[in-house]
């Protein structure tokens, strides 16, 4: 009996001290080799296992903190994925299972963030997975014996055995590290200034919140900015008549958060209509265009305000020797935020010296005296509710509005002509972005807009009276859907739909004329594209297609296909060649009427195509460029044919013997452009040069070929930025040759043999305007108020040579039936002065 009580008292002791020995390896979460705790089970419960030891060699365990026996040997089955056979009461059979179940948790070794997406393959077979977006996977029947591949862009691929996945609770994890020497990998160059980079398919991307400084501007400008770029010019200094490539303003598409955008400037067109504040992202395309875009056969501006909710309030006001703005982000809860932007004009209470410059370049002429009240004001809005981790909506809009009362006062017979403009655009939009599984997305997108012109010439006698009415208002619908199979491809599908009506009116008292009609265009368009970028990132190529159905009740139908192409091939890390191609098409344009009759830019009226006095513009382009970027240091050279098929001559800007006539025609333009830049940290300096031949082909016009009016053969721009510490200074320079002009004959300048007498004209264009020269400078102060208050002050000052630069130059009859020349004059020695505070 003593001697059962002294075994039972063993055994009691003995079990105790590996309960006290299981509970402290649990607790402190360490691992003990499955060999080592077979025997501890032997002993204790007085049995046996049978095994072979190479089959457990290297396989460890957490202990269970079970204390039966059948629950022991579960936890161990669960653990290993080892099968445990019981022969008898005291006999065990362990053998090695070929099949085990795996998971793992996938996270960057960084900032611990779970990589969604990262593929996961079992090598030898054809077991695959992809990380969930939690960061982790499982996978049953995996071989025991099987490796692990797991991927993900940008970082290195991790192999790992089948035994270290086995399933447990929680699953093990694992950690990728970063890719830093992918010696293959194609990096996109920022260039001339911070926030302006080159992307991949050659489209140029400005981040306005990144944005540094440039020659003349003290805040970031979108439309002015992009003018700083090889091959876009504005031959008139306004932001409202932008020249990509020799296409005329009209032919580039401009939008806005997806809205199409019928007027983009102020003060005739010499401030941009967007406030630069709230803008997050705009991308510029002068070919190469994607499929998703139709309209604009001369180039893209695409412009999208912040799409985010903030996690706090953030707002900014300033104001310059033109006017003042405000703008704000207010997150209202986690879901809905609001933003919002106002800035109107002082020109109307003050007179300032950029005021008076500016006044001076739209209305100066040498045979009038003149009087103006002229104010501007715009206004966004955006509301932004995100419904589920899902689904995005977004509402935005904008109200653009210029407002000018005008007296021209005759100085030798003191007569005078009253003159009034409203210019308004009204636009509202919706969309809805779905994220619908991890590799589909749909993004729907709803706009209208309004824009309209009303004018009024009024003679001091009120004997004439002039009315002029253009409005155009559009609707549309636009659904993206875009598949990603996996990370080398991406498939967009789309449908455009879009409505728009234009009218124009005229009305004239004496002699009476009156002249109302109103058109509309409808047009649907499905678009496809493919794009492919190879996991080393030495190939990107995009290729669609767009097919337009076009549509004017009661005149005609019309469909046209439209091929896009974008071609991007590294040979090394740094030296890249990039092919792009597009065809595109457009069914509104601007009619000019008589250019010197009326507040020059701003009485072009929106017309739509009628197949007939004015077809669809059609053109097609393409371009090969070589670019070379290493250690801040950048070359590039792109050279390229485009041509615009479809034009009239009333959309044209004519101002000799064609512009009353419509004539149809086309033009093409051959040009290459080189950009070279040199930028570091505290510095940028560059230089660009572009060289165009720009001709029209009018086959009813003697002679048919000749130079198109904004054929500026040679441009080119040296500047440079630098920074020490808070100040940011910019100065540049910047060249190109006079725009073509037509002169009176020589011998017979005047036809009398018509009434009202006529001018003759030499060839169109045969003249060239003297060369255009202008220096910039600029400079911007960062300074904090206090911790939450951020402040910069700015100065800058355009032509700082007072240069006298001729823009155009033009021939007209006056009264007395003499031949007078008009000259339009570039801007002077124009200051300006910025105070900005951003809390």
Not at 32 to 56: C, H, N, P, R
Not at 401 to 420: F, P, V
Not at 423 to 450: D, V
Request: a negative charge; aromatic letters at 12%.
């Amino acid at each position: 009996m003593a001697i059962k009580i002294r075994k039972l008292l063993f055994f009691i002791a003995g079990f105790t001290c590996f309960l006290t020995s299981h509970d402290a390896m649990a607790q402190t979460g360490e691992k003990i080799a499955l060999s080592t705790f077979l025997q501890q089970l032997e002993q204790e419960f007085d049995i046996k296992f049978s095994y072979a030891d190479d089959e457990i060699q290297g396989l460890e365990i957490y202990s269970p903190q079970e204390t039966l026996l059948s629950n022991i040997l579960d936890d161990i089955e669960n653990q290993t994925q080892v099968e445990l056979e019981k022969l008898n009461e005291r006999y065990y059979t362990l053998t090695k299972s070929n099949f085990v179940s795996i998971c793992a948790t996938v996270l960057d070794n960084f900032k611990m963030n779970t990589l969604y997406g990262a593929s996961v393959k079992i090598l030898g077979t054809n077991l695959a997975t992809i990380i969930d977006e939690n960061g982790t996977f499982s996978l049953s029947n995996v071989p025991r014996n099987s490796s692990i591949q797991i991927k993900h862009l940008g970082y290195k691929t991790l192999f790992i055995s089948a035994d270290e996945l086995i399933k447990k609770e929680p699953c093990t994890t694992l950690l990728l590290a970063q890719f830093y020497q992918q010696l293959e990998e194609v990096v996109v160059y920022e260039f001339l200034t911070k926030g302006l980079i080159k992307q991949l398919d050659g489209s140029i991307e400005m981040n306005s919140e990144e944005f540094g400084i440039l020659p003349g501007l003290i805040e970031p400008d979108v439309l002015q900015t992009v003018q700083a770029l090889p091959g876009i010019e504005s031959t008139d200094e306004t932001v409202s008549n932008i020249n990509i490539r020799g296409g005329s303003n009209d032919q580039n598409l401009i939008l806005w958060d997806g809205i199409k955008m019928y007027q983009s400037g102020h003060f005739f067109g010499l401030i941009s209509a967007f406030n630069p504040y709230l803008t997050d992202k705009v991308t510029l395309i002068k070919n190469g265009t994607g499929s998703q875009y139709g309209d604009g056969v001369s180039g893209v501006i695409d412009m999208h305000t912040k799409d985010d909710i903030a996690d706090t309030f953030f707002a900014g006001a300033g104001f310059n020797l033109i006017g003042g703005d405000v703008y704000g982000h207010l997150p209202v809860t986690d879901k809905i935020g609001v933003q919002f932007s106002a800035r109107r004009s002082l020109t109307d209470l003050i007179d300032t010296p950029t005021y008076d410059k500016f006044f001076t370049r739209v209305f100066d002429d040498s045979q009038v005296a003149q009087e103006g009240n002229f104010y501007f004001y715009d206004f966004t809005g955006k509301l932004l509710y995100d419904i589920n981790e899902k689904q995005k909506f977004r509402f935005s809009f904008i109200n653009i509005n210029n407002l000018l009362d005008y007296t021209e006062r005759d100085m030798d017979d003191d007569s005078e002509i009253q003159s009034a403009l409203n210019q308004t655009n009204l636009s509202f939009g919706t969309s809805l972005k779905s994220n619908w599984t991890k590799k589909f997305t749909t993004f729907l997108n709803l706009y209208h807009t309004q824009y309209k012109l009303d004018a009024q010439n009024t003679s001091g006698n009120a004997e004439q009276i002039l009315f002029q009415n253009n409005e155009v208002q559009e609707t549309a619908l636009k659904l993206n859907t875009n598949y990603i199979p996996n990370d080398n491809f991406n498939w967009l599908n789309g449908y455009q739909f879009t409505d728009t009506g234009i009218a124009n009116e005229t009305s004239v008292t004496q002699p009476p004329f009156e002249s109302n009609a109103r058109n509309v265009i409808k047009s649907h368009a499905l678009f496809s594209e493919l794009t492919f970028t190879s996991t080393n990132k030495k190939v990107y190529a995009r290729g669609g297609l767009r097919l337009n159905y076009l549509e004017n009740p009661g005149t005609f139908r019309e469909y046209i296909l439209e091929p896009r192409l974008s071609f991007n091939y590294a040979f090394t890390r740094h030296l890249k060649i990039q092919a792009l191609g597009e065809f595109k098409s457009q069914a509104t344009n601007q009619v000019i009427d008589l250019e010197q009759n009326f507040l020059g830019i701003e009485k072009r009226r929106w017309i739509v195509s009628d197949g007939e006095n004015l077809p669809i513009t059609k053109s097609k382009q393409g371009s090969i460029g070589i670019n070379y970027d290493h250690q801040n240091f950048y070359v590039g050279l792109e050279a390229f044919y485009k041509e615009v098929d479809g034009i009239s001559t009333s959309t044209q800007g004519f101002q000799n013997q064609n512009q009353f006539n419509g004539e149809i025609g086309k033009y093409d333009v051959k040009g290459v452009e080189f950009l070279i830049n040199k930028k570091t940290d505290d510095y940028s300096i560059w230089a660009s040069y572009t060289y165009n031949l720009n001709n029209y082909n009018f086959s009813e016009v003697v002679p048919p070929n000749f130079p198109n009016n904004l054929d500026i053969r040679q441009a080119a721009t040296f500047a440079g930025t630098y920074t020490l510490e808070n100040i940011k200074f910019g100065i540049g320079l910047n060249y190109r040759a006079g725009k073509p002009y037509t002169e009176p004959q020589t011998d017979e300048p005047l036809n009398t043999t018509f009434f009202p007498n006529r001018i003759n004209y030499q060839e169109p264009n045969s003249s060239q305007l003297p060369e255009y020269l202008r220096a910039d400078a600029s400079a911007v102060y960062n300074f904090n108020i206090n911790e939450k208050l951020k402040a910069s002050a700015g100065i800058s000052v355009l032509n700082f040579t007072s240069r006298k630069n001729i823009l155009n130059s033009y021939y007209r009859l006056n009264e007395s039936n003499e031949i007078e020349k008009v000259e339009t004059i570039s801007l002077g020695l124009t200051p300006n002065l910025s105070f900005r505070v951003r809390f």
